[in-house]
């Protein structure tokens, strides 16, 4: 019964004005809806904040697992990197090792060459003395054939074997001649060969190493031997590439995964704007109840406090979000016309 | 080096945003409100694409869009609204300012990202 409530109020002027208690039942009204819709978008912005806050937590839980995965694949790299470190000393030292063999039994090969080329000098020695004995003998081949054309008949056997000798000393002058040659040509390319292997960077007809000697053998030991550390090194380096690879891919994925835990703070942005509105919704019902107790007090007239009412149709007007709307209809019992437009749209 | 002016009053959006922006390879420019942004433009910032909140102080985004459609070589420079507006009359209203396109936060980075590789192809 708001008419019993009509009563006479006394303004501060001192003029009696009437106050109708149906006035401010109206002016009343629409507080109640109105706050209906203010706690159902704290409840929105409580829900979107929690819903936001648990997306965040979600993505820095992936973030830290992601973060463990990652310090043990790095933990791995940087073992793998130890043994590689470790290896490639020891393949360091080994090629050392076996270039050192190598050089050493090319000298030592070098040396058994030279020995055999000095050998071969000292023969000149005993061609000298097989020349010698040449001459010697076609002296005494000369002087026995003098001896034999003194001796006359008797001594005519003697002389044709005098002539058989010296045809002998002179065949052994040329044979031991020949070998003398042979000999000098030989050392002289010999001695080229070993001052001088550039030839061998130039020659076209390089030949294989097929034959079964003690150098194709030594050589193929530590080829093989060679090829052997290549191949392990070559392991070891995949190795290292890949536990590599495997650290970019999880840093990849960290890095997707931060960037998503910093798309969800744009939750912040959204709460901020909708606490504004409840922040204007608020007012209004604050400027609704100071306008209220004005005119029970008799200093607002009965026309300007129905002028500037609240209306929660109002209210709708003011909310910009599509969730603002639905919430804003679902309280009221209105229809919803929010929720058609495209979240991305390119004009 | 793309160049992505950011116009946000929102400091946490403007960080958030420029993060994901730098991670992808762009060069980001920011602005406070649409009103800074200008003053950048005309100081020389040209930017391959600017993406604009709506509501702002100073000057709103949709101001800011169709002025800066003004500014020197901007004329077809992609301009995308990213706000938390969903209405379609504010859609139309910064259709005719000359933006290129409309996003409501939140977007994710990807579909950012693919928004971005879209009206700039070449990239």
Not at chain 1, 96 to 117: C, M, N, P, T, W
Not at chain 1, 222 to 230: G, L, N, P, T, V
Not at chain 2, 101 to 107: A, D, E, F, R, S
């Amino acid at each position: 019964m708001p008419s019993l409530l009509r009563r006479a109020a006394t303004a501060p002027t001192g003029e009696t004005k009437q106050v109708s208690g149906d006035v401010v039942a109206d002016a009343l009204a629409p507080i109640p809806p109105y706050c209906d819709v203010i706690d159902a978008h704290v409840r929105d912005v409580i829900e979107q904040t929690g819903d936001a806050a648990q997306a965040i937590v979600e993505q820095l839980l992936k973030v830290d697992q992601l973060a463990e995965v990652m310090a043990g694949d790095v933990s791995q790299l940087a073992g793998t990197l130890t043994r590689t470190e470790h290896e490639l000393t020891r393949v360091s030292s080994s090629n050392e090792e076996l270039l050192g063999k190598l050089i050493s039994y090319f000298l030592y090969r070098d040396h058994q060459i030279r020995a055999l080329v000095d050998q071969m000098r000292e023969l000149n020695q005993h061609v000298a003395q097989i020349e010698e004995v040449s001459r010697a003998t076609n002296i005494l081949a000369l002087n026995a054939m003098i001896e034999a054309v003194r001796a006359g008949d008797a001594g005519e056997g003697f002389s044709v074997v005098a002539d058989e000798v010296r045809k002998l000393a002179h065949r052994s002058a040329e044979a031991a001649q020949g070998i003398g040659s042979s000999i000098a040509d030989l050392t002289a390319k010999l001695d080229a060969v070993l001052s001088d292997d550039s030839q061998f960077d130039r020659a076209e007809d390089v030949p294989e190493m097929n034959q079964d000697t003690a150098m194709t053998r030594r050589l193929g030991g530590i080829a093989d031997a060679q090829r052997e550390m290549s191949e392990m090194v070559g392991g070891v380096l995949k190795d290292t590439v890949s536990a590599a690879d495997q650290v970019q891919r999880s840093s990849n994925a960290l890095s997707v995964e931060t960037t998503g835990a910093v798309g969800h703070i744009q939750f912040q942005d959204i709460s901020r704007q909708m606490l504004e509105h409840v922040g204007h919704a608020v007012a209004d019902v604050r400027r609704q109840a100071e306008s209220t107790s004005a005119y029970a007090h008799g200093d607002l007239t009965e026309e300007a406090l129905r002028q500037n009412s609240i209306n929660v149709e109002d209210l709708r007007t003011q909310h910009v979000m599509s969730r603002q709307r639905a919430t804003h209809a679902a309280q009221t019992g209105t229809k919803d016309a929010a929720g058609t437009e495209p979240l991305i749209e390119l004009f | 080096m793309t160049t992505v002016m950011l116009v946000d009053d929102s400091a946490t959006m403007l960080m958030s945003l420029k993060s994901i922006l730098t991670k992808a390879g762009y060069q980001v420019e920011t602005a406070g409100h649409g009103k800074e942004a200008l003053e950048k433009l005309s100081k020389g910032v040209k930017p391959n694409l600017i993406i604009s909140d709506v509501n702002m102080p100073q000057m709103d985004g949709i101001t800011f869009a169709r002025e800066a459609r003004k500014a020197p070589g901007m004329r077809f420079t992609p301009i995308l609204m990213l706000t938390t507006e969903s209405e379609q009359t504010k859609r139309t209203e910064a259709k005719n300012a000359g933006a290129t396109g409309w996003l409501v936060k939140p977007v994710g980075p990807e579909q950012l990202l693919g928004v971005i590789k879209q009206v700039l192809p070449g990239a």
